[in-house]
């Protein structure tokens, strides 16, 4: 066991020694790597781990000589800082989690909900049963985005990418890669010529090129009418900071104007379907919107993490990982809400879920007879030099109030098998998953598989609605759980 006075003491004397660092781009090797500081982030990678990380116990002893920990007994071997976390995954095998960001990536998409991309996401889907060859269409566009201004839309199918028409993928995973190629230009400050063929057989030639933007990530809110029902629905693409500077900033205003909106309705459907997570604070504001009335001030959920940090009292009330209460003060009180969700939900949206799973009753809608991503676990920003390069290690662990939350495979649909409708707008009543909810709503029973089969072969104008392949190519997009520096304050990782 490593002594509390070794491990937190280097720890805080790591954190500022690097504070006073310079800009490495003032020296090092001309790739904005300085050997020393690439040495030094090397071993912090083991060191913040042992430090920090949820599955300490199962992490490889250091070495100590005297008051000493000697990393490099366990790094040298290793060329860099990811090296060393996904060496350390081999010990903690839940830990698909941690990761090293060297550009500052996360922290401006997440904190400050800007981006830099195309703003479009694309799938590859079997336009036929039996097809042996995916094509490419625009699955989601982020609103804001780049892609939203040059006017591409969900469903558009994507002919040719500059000019190459090899935007096929084969399923079995055989010469793919320059249609993978192709998919990830998307998420890049590339020029993209795209010539796109819309839903309704319109083709066109659209120019986009990635860049920053701010993304307004309530794609769609709106009421419906169901039989003289009010039902709202909410689709929401990403947990960008609610906070900053501990005030409510424009993404609060947004999403309380929405939930405003809501006012009167009989039911809800939250569409999560795109979102891969976020700031926590922000996951518990849409809690505090969704909980009841009679749960405003319950408990939301609770903090599992190592006997580090527990020592150190960082569990305790008012700490950063002390109890969370639900904290309403607006007053939609349904006792129902429905979520769509698929394998790209995860983290905060879990979170959300999970929360209200204890106080009123929670339909999930999923594809592919499976469930959400399965994420219930978070990070926070860990800086050993000033302007270099981060990580975030896996740290905490979040439980309902009914100490629930270990659903690292995922949260399983109460509709399992619905189908995703790629060629109808979100929000469309007759798009696969929403049109689930609205059966629900309006039967008090789901469809049975075979009908919501039925419905699948006649969904796309008479022709059955396109199945995803089974291989995607990886979306760089980060699918997380964060903490950030208004809730870190205590921490020696500080921003």
């Known amino acids: 066991m490593i002594k509390k006075s070794i491990l937190f003491g280097a720890l805080i004397a790591m954190f500022f020694a690097s504070s006073c660092e310079k800009d490495p ?22 060191y913040y781990s042992l430090a920090l990380s949820l599955w300490e116990d199962k992490l490889p002893a250091p070495v100590i000589k005297g008051d000493q920990i000697d990393l490099q007994a366990y790094t ?37 909900g800007v981006y830099k991309e195309t703003g479009a996401i694309p799938i590859f889907l079997l336009e036929t049963a039996g097809a042996t060859k995916a094509q490419m269409y625009i699955r989601l566009v982020q609103k804001g985005s780049p892609a939203a201004d040059a006017g591409l839309t969900r469903g558009m199918k994507v002919v040719s990418v500059n ?32 010539e796109v063929v819309s839903p309704d057989g319109k083709a066109s030639t659209i120019t986009v090129t990635g860049t920053s933007y701010k993304m307004d990530p309530i794609l769609t809110n709106k009421v419906l009418e169901l039989n003289g029902k009010k039902v709202g629905y909410f689709a929401y693409t990403s947990f960008i900071n609610v906070y900053t500077g501990g005030k409510p900033n424009e993404h ?33 504001e849409l809690s505090n919107f969704l909980v009841p009335t009679a749960y405003a001030k319950s408990s939301m959920y ?36 429905y979520f769509l969700v698929t394998k790209s ?78 060629t109808k707008q979100l929000g469309d009543p007759s798009e696969g998953m929403l049109s689930e909810a609205l059966y629900h709503i309006a039967n008090g029973s789901y469809r049975s598989s075979s009908a919501s089969a039925s419905l699948r072969k006649t969904s796309r104008a008479g022709k059955a609605e396109m199945e995803p392949s089974n291989k995607q190519p990886v979306n760089p997009q980060g699918i997380g759980m964060y903490k950030f520096a208004d809730e870190i304050k205590s921490l020696p990782t500080a921003f």
């Open 345 to 422: 939900t995860a983290s905060a949206s879990e979170l959300v879920i999970n929360n209200l799973k204890p106080y009123m009753d929670v339909q999930i809608i999923s594809t592919g007879n499976a469930g959400t991503y399965g994420k219930p676990v978070g990070f926070f920003e860990s800086k050993v030099l000033k302007g270099y390069a981060s990580y975030y290690i896996t740290s905490f662990q979040l439980l309902n109030s009914k100490g629930d939350g270990d659903y690292f495979t995922g949260l399983i649909g109460s509709k399992k098998d619905a189908y995703e409708g790629f």
């Open 25 to 46: 781009t003032n020296g090092g090797d001309g790739d904005g790597k300085d050997p020393d500081k690439e040495t030094l982030f090397r071993d912090s990678a083991y």
């Open 76 to 112: 040298g071997k290793f060329k860099d800082a990811e090296a060393v976390l996904n060496d350390l995954r081999k010990y903690a095998t839940l830990d698909r989690f941690s990761f090293v960001d060297r550009t500052g990536d996360v922290s401006s998409e997440i904190q400050q």
């Open 302 to 337: 609770k903090y599992k993490i190592n006997k580090h940090l527990i020592d150190e009292g960082l569990n305790n009330e008012g700490m950063p990982f002390g109890p969370v209460n639900f904290d309403k003060t607006n007053t939609l009180n349904l006792k129902r809400v």
């Open 163 to 194: 000019g190459d028409k090899n935007v096929l993928l084969d399923p079995n995973g055989s010469n793919d890669q320059k249609a993978i190629e192709l998919y990830q230009k998307f998420f890049t400050g590339d020029k993209l010529v795209l």
């Open 252 to 284: 609060y205003n947004k999403m309380k104007a929405a939930f405003d909106g809501f006012a009167g309705v009989d039911e809800l459907v939250v569409d999560l379907r795109y979102n891969g997570g976020g700031s926590t604070l922000s996951a518990e």
